[in-house]
């Protein structure tokens, strides 16, 4: 059965430092999402995106993330300037549905910012 | 924007019995509602959803039941067992591409 991928699985990184998060959706998709949870609480909506470009974004992400597919498989999640609360899992998910429907997640990256 | 409130928060039922989390949401124009079961260090897998043309879906153990009216959904889980123990969220989708998710509920199912 098809399923995301993502890597690495567990992310450590300084306070400031740059940091990019690895997603391979299920290949016949072409929607793709980031979600991240932080512990303890519910999955949060980060950004969505079709055809090289954000369709949508939340309040979360801010000019400190970016997004981009810079092949035919990759999907990733940069953020520039790493802070303590961004330390979270990071959820990429991806669906063939234009509207959002079925969208299929991947086992995360736990990111921890020191 | 859209808002889930799920509840319970935790659940413990035992082995056999049946299992019922509900959820409600705020936006009017949200029409399709997933439900994930994450289990512990893995992401959310979709286990059922329902459109909002529909007021009852099943799959095998597991019915998802919608009431468009009063804003609200369920999950109900029969002869459950010791590996439906996770923890389970439900979504809700408007007219965006985000799904808005509830807090979770996490179920223990007792052998």
């Known amino acids: 059965e098809p399923e995301v991928t993502q890597t690495p699985s567990h992310q450590v990184t300084q306070m400031g430092q740059e940091v990019i998060l690895r997603c391979v959706p299920i290949?016949?998709?072409?929607?793709f999402y980031w979600y991240r949870q932080i512990l303890g609480q519910k999955v949060e909506f980060l950004v969505s995106?079709?055809?090289?470009?954000?369709?949508?974004k939340s309040e979360i992400f801010d000019d400190q993330f970016s997004v981009e597919r810079p092949d035919g498989s990759n999907f990733t999640l940069k953020i520039r300037s790493t802070k303590l609360e961004d330390s979270a899992m990071y959820f990429c998910a991806s669906t063939e549905w234009r509207r959002g429907d079925e969208q299929y997640f991947g086992p995360g990256t736990r990111l921890t910012v020191t | 924007g859209e808002n889930v409130e799920q509840h319970p928060s935790t659940l413990s039922v035992q082995e056999g019995d049946s299992a019922v989390i509900k959820c409600t949401y705020s936006?009017?124009?949200?029409?399709?509602f997933p439900w994930y079961k994450q289990e512990l260090g893995k992401g959310p897998q979709l286990i059922i959803d329902i459109r909002s043309n529909v007021g009852e879906k099943k799959d095998q153990r597991i019915a998802v039941t919608l009431n468009k009216t009063a804003k609200h959904f369920s999950l109900h889980i029969t002869e459950t067992q010791p590996e439906d123990s996770a923890v389970y969220f439900c979504a809700a989708r408007a007219g965006s591409y985000q799904l808005t998710f509830g807090k979770g509920t996490k179920l223990s199912v007792i052998p």
């Open positions: 995106f079709y055809n090289n470009e954000i369709s949508e």
């Open positions: 936006d009017s124009a949200s029409n399709y």
């Open positions: 290949s016949n998709h072409l929607y």
